[in-house]
């Protein structure tokens, strides 16, 4: 892999070691940021009564629960008259992603790589998926994605209606907000696939369709057709939230592990 100074060269693209993270670690996993968290529509609702909420850091006490799904009042300070993550939540919180980041990383070790080979070559096959060595080469082309992390036997599927290369330089530029490393407790989510590093995706494939709704299905088809332990997925294929409907079917289909019965 030809390196030259920051840059590194994958899959036909010079990334910017400096910028973006090259692979997933314990220390750069959940890296504690007030300002990096998920803006609100009623931040502003918040902050003018900042002084009810903040009476919940008296009423309340953390625990996993409230610290997953986290009360403005205890997850907030307001500071320059604006809404930062407050320090007891950021600390909280960082252990949960800690933890699950152990856990997680037990699980992977323990998944079988021969059946996780197979499992790709089973998809590739009957999907009749191509493989990308330069993703420059699909600048212009779109429909669904299959990101390999062979190190840490997962597999992630994803769609574009714009690119092949500009969506996955996106997942590798694009890091999680702080307070959506987890999706469920420290026992049960997966590791999202923008949580990786870039280098930690070693194989792409693709399918090429521009057809929306054949989209949605082949997406739905091939989430439903990989085992979830090797799905780093959190949620099935071929859901937008765009409406209710939506909503419902990304809940039945979460994908959660039982991180701390496999041990």
């Known amino acids: 892999m030809p390196k030259s100074d920051n840059f590194i060269l994958h899959f036909g693209v010079l990334l910017d070691s400096s910028k973006i993270r090259m692979n997933l670690t314990r220390d750069n996993y959940s890296i504690i ?3 990096n968290y ?3 529509r009623d931040e502003l609702l918040i902050l003018l009564n900042w002084d009810k909420w903040k009476k919940q850091k008296e009423e309340l006490e953390f625990d996993e629960f409230k610290t997953i799904v986290c009360p403005p009042g205890l997850k907030f300070e307001k500071e320059d008259g604006k809404l930062v993550l ?10 949960l992603c800690l933890k699950n980041y152990d856990l997680n990383m037990k699980f992977l070790s323990n998944l079988n790589e021969n059946d996780f080979n197979n499992t790709i070559n089973k998809i590739i096959k009957k999907f009749k998926m191509t493989e990308i060595n330069d ?3 699909y600048a212009s082309k779109f429909g669904i994605y299959m990101c390999v992390l062979d190190n840490y036997k997962q597999i992630y599927i994803g769609q574009t209606k714009t690119s092949f290369k500009e969506r996955i330089l996106q997942h590798w530029k694009n890091k999680p907000k702080f307070d959506k490393i987890l999706f ?3 026992r049960k989510s997966v590791i999202s696939y923008d949580s990786y590093g ?3 995706t070693t194989r792409i494939f693709t399918i090429c369709e521009t057809n929306q709704d054949k989209i949605d299905t ?7 057709a990989i085992s979830k332990d090797y799905l780093c997925n959190r949620i099935g294929g071929g859901i937008h939230l765009n409406n209710i409907n939506d909503h419902y079917a990304a809940i039945n289909s979460m994908n959660l592990r039982k991180l701390e019965d496999n041990f």
């Open 218 to 224: 082949l997406e739905k088809r091939i989430v439903d």
């Open 38 to 40: 998920t803006k609100r």
């Open 198 to 200: 870039a280098l930690d």
């Open 86 to 95: 407050s320090k007891e939540y950021c600390n909280r919180y960082h252990e």
């Open 135 to 137: 993703l420059n080469n």
């Open 184 to 186: 469920g407790n420290s």
């Open 33 to 35: 940021d007030k300002n």
